[in-house]
Protein backbone atom coordinates (compact mmCIF):
# COMPACT_ATOMS: atom_id res chain seq x y z
CA UNK A 1 0.00 0.00 0.00
CA UNK A 2 1.49 3.45 -0.72
CA UNK A 3 0.83 6.62 0.77
CA UNK A 4 0.11 10.07 -0.46
CA UNK A 5 4.02 10.84 0.10
CA UNK A 6 4.31 8.35 -2.43
CA UNK A 7 6.13 4.89 -2.36
CA UNK A 8 9.62 4.18 -0.47
CA UNK A 9 8.98 7.62 1.62
CA UNK A 10 9.06 7.52 5.63
CA UNK A 11 6.32 8.79 7.95
CA UNK A 12 7.47 11.99 9.47
CA UNK A 13 7.83 11.07 12.62
CA UNK A 14 10.43 12.16 15.21
CA UNK A 15 12.63 9.18 15.34
CA UNK A 16 12.88 9.56 11.20
CA UNK A 17 13.58 13.52 11.33
CA UNK A 18 16.50 12.72 13.84
CA UNK A 19 17.98 10.40 11.64
CA UNK A 20 18.22 12.58 8.25
CA UNK A 21 21.61 14.67 7.51
CA UNK A 22 22.00 17.80 8.69
CA UNK A 23 23.14 20.44 5.98
CA UNK A 24 23.84 24.03 7.60
CA UNK A 25 25.07 26.72 5.25
CA UNK A 26 27.12 29.05 7.76
CA UNK A 27 26.47 32.99 7.97
CA UNK A 28 27.69 35.20 10.69
CA UNK A 29 25.60 35.78 13.35
CA UNK A 30 24.33 39.71 13.97
CA UNK A 31 23.29 38.81 17.32
CA UNK A 32 27.04 37.39 18.47
CA UNK A 33 28.75 39.88 15.95
CA UNK A 34 26.99 43.15 18.11
CA UNK A 35 27.81 41.67 21.02
CA UNK A 36 31.48 41.22 20.41
CA UNK A 37 31.58 44.65 19.18
CA UNK A 38 30.59 46.17 22.42
CA UNK A 39 32.70 43.97 24.21
CA UNK A 40 35.33 45.67 21.60
CA UNK A 41 34.34 49.53 22.73
CA UNK A 42 34.48 49.02 26.29
CA UNK A 43 37.96 47.57 25.64
CA UNK A 44 39.29 49.96 23.86
CA UNK A 45 37.80 52.63 25.89
CA UNK A 46 38.90 50.84 28.99
CA UNK A 47 42.96 52.11 28.74
CA UNK A 48 41.73 55.85 28.67
CA UNK A 49 39.84 55.79 31.74
CA UNK A 50 42.75 54.41 33.77
CA UNK A 51 45.35 56.43 36.15
CA UNK A 52 48.42 55.78 33.65
CA UNK A 53 50.29 58.44 32.03
CA UNK A 54 48.67 59.71 28.85
CA UNK A 55 51.29 57.94 27.00
CA UNK A 56 50.38 54.82 28.55
CA UNK A 57 47.02 55.18 27.79
CA UNK A 58 46.59 56.03 24.32
CA UNK A 59 48.76 52.95 22.70
CA UNK A 60 47.08 50.60 25.03
CA UNK A 61 43.60 51.81 23.61
CA UNK A 62 45.09 51.69 20.16
CA UNK A 63 46.57 48.14 20.41
CA UNK A 64 43.15 46.84 22.09
CA UNK A 65 41.08 48.34 19.22
CA UNK A 66 43.04 47.07 16.75
CA UNK A 67 43.77 43.62 17.60
CA UNK A 68 39.95 43.24 18.30
CA UNK A 69 39.58 44.75 14.88
CA UNK A 70 41.12 41.58 13.12
CA UNK A 71 39.57 39.41 15.32
CA UNK A 72 36.58 40.31 14.99
CA UNK A 73 37.29 39.94 11.13
CA UNK A 74 38.24 37.14 11.13
CA UNK A 75 34.99 35.74 13.05
CA UNK A 76 33.05 36.91 10.76
CA UNK A 77 35.39 35.22 7.62
CA UNK A 78 35.24 31.73 8.90
CA UNK A 79 37.17 29.44 6.96
CA UNK A 80 33.54 26.91 6.47
CA UNK A 81 31.17 28.23 4.23
CA UNK A 82 28.80 25.08 4.95
CA UNK A 83 29.16 22.03 6.89
CA UNK A 84 26.71 18.69 6.65
CA UNK A 85 26.36 16.22 9.19
CA UNK A 86 25.28 12.85 7.57
CA UNK A 87 22.87 10.47 9.10
CA UNK A 88 25.82 7.66 9.96
CA UNK A 89 27.50 10.79 11.95
CA UNK A 90 30.22 11.95 9.27
CA UNK A 91 31.32 15.57 8.96
CA UNK A 92 31.71 17.15 5.92
CA UNK A 93 32.69 20.60 5.62
CA UNK A 94 32.77 22.97 2.70
CA UNK A 95 35.61 25.78 3.00
CA UNK A 96 35.30 29.23 0.84
CA UNK A 97 36.83 27.89 -2.00
CA UNK A 98 34.31 25.18 -2.30
CA UNK A 99 36.09 22.37 -1.83
CA UNK A 100 34.09 19.72 0.23
CA UNK A 101 36.66 18.03 2.97
CA UNK A 102 35.93 15.54 5.38
CA UNK A 103 36.19 16.33 8.69
CA UNK A 104 35.62 15.45 12.69
CA UNK A 105 33.65 17.46 15.79
CA UNK A 106 37.03 18.33 18.18
CA UNK A 107 34.51 19.69 20.78
CA UNK A 108 30.64 20.99 20.65
CA UNK A 109 28.88 23.53 22.97
CA UNK A 110 25.26 23.88 23.41
CA UNK A 111 24.64 27.17 25.50
CA UNK A 112 20.92 27.77 25.69
CA UNK A 113 19.28 28.58 22.08
CA UNK A 114 22.81 28.45 20.34
CA UNK A 115 25.22 25.85 19.10
CA UNK A 116 29.32 26.34 18.95
CA UNK A 117 31.35 24.11 17.03
CA UNK A 118 34.79 23.28 16.60
CA UNK A 119 35.48 21.19 13.73
CA UNK A 120 39.04 19.70 12.50
CA UNK A 121 40.29 18.37 9.30
CA UNK A 122 43.56 17.51 7.74
CA UNK A 123 45.15 21.20 7.48
CA UNK A 124 43.10 23.07 9.28
CA UNK A 125 40.41 23.74 11.76
CA UNK A 126 37.13 26.52 12.33
CA UNK A 127 34.61 27.36 14.42
CA UNK A 128 31.51 28.14 13.80
CA UNK A 129 28.59 29.16 15.93
CA UNK A 130 25.44 28.71 15.53
CA UNK A 131 22.57 30.80 16.41
CA UNK A 132 19.00 31.52 16.15
CA UNK A 133 19.75 34.28 13.53
CA UNK A 134 21.95 32.89 11.44
CA UNK A 135 20.58 29.10 11.43
CA UNK A 136 17.13 27.36 10.45
CA UNK A 137 15.05 26.37 13.32
CA UNK A 138 15.00 23.10 12.46
CA UNK A 139 18.28 22.29 11.59
CA UNK A 140 19.62 24.14 14.89
CA UNK A 141 16.85 21.70 16.90
CA UNK A 142 17.89 18.50 14.71
CA UNK A 143 21.82 19.61 15.73
CA UNK A 144 21.25 20.21 19.38
CA UNK A 145 19.45 16.54 19.58
CA UNK A 146 22.51 14.85 17.77
CA UNK A 147 25.39 16.48 20.02
CA UNK A 148 22.72 15.91 23.08
CA UNK A 149 22.72 12.12 22.25
CA UNK A 150 25.95 11.89 20.88
CA UNK A 151 27.52 12.79 24.44
CA UNK A 152 25.15 10.73 26.10
Not at 15 to 25: F, K, L
Not at 35 to 48: G, N
Not at 63 to 79: N, Q, T, Y
Not at 108 to 118: D, K, W
Request: hydrophobic share 45%.
Amino acid sequence: MTSERGIGSEPADAGSQAARGIHVVVHPSKTLTILVASVLVLATVAPLLTSLPWATRYPLAVVAGCHGLLRLRAFRRSPVAAFRLSSAAFWTVTQRNGRDIRAELAGSRVFGPAVFLHLRWRGGAGQVALLPDNTPADELRLLRARLRTRTA
